[in-house]
């Protein structure tokens, strides 16, 4: 099993409105990328660490499932987006295997 990680910081001056839109856009995935056996994705509550963080976590069975979820008309739709909420010089990718 390959636990995905990507934290994205959300960019100065855009609205919550929007930050929550990205946040549906990105749990919308597992609707139509069948390699996603479970999807979480939120914004940071900033107990610790930075508050404005948006991080979503992505379990596949394999890196061929991971590479299918990459390849996806969805996760390229979601990724086309993120600059417009997003910073895009400083995400956090991470892949675990457990």
Do not use: C
């Amino acid at each position: 099993m390959i636990k995905h990680i990507f934290i994205a910081t959300i960019k100065p001056g855009v609205s919550a409105a929007r930050v929550e839109q990205a946040i549906q856009d990105m749990r919308a995935m597992k609707d139509t990328v069948p390699e996603i056996q479970s999807l979480t994705v939120g914004r940071s509550l900033g107990w610790a660490g930075s508050a404005d963080t948006v991080s979503m976590v992505i379990d596949v069975a394999d890196q061929a499932s991971f590479e299918r979820l990459l390849a996806s008309d969805a996760h390229q739709k979601v990724s086309a987006a993120a600059g417009e909420v997003f910073r895009t010089d400083n995400f956090v990718l991470s892949q675990i295997s457990y």
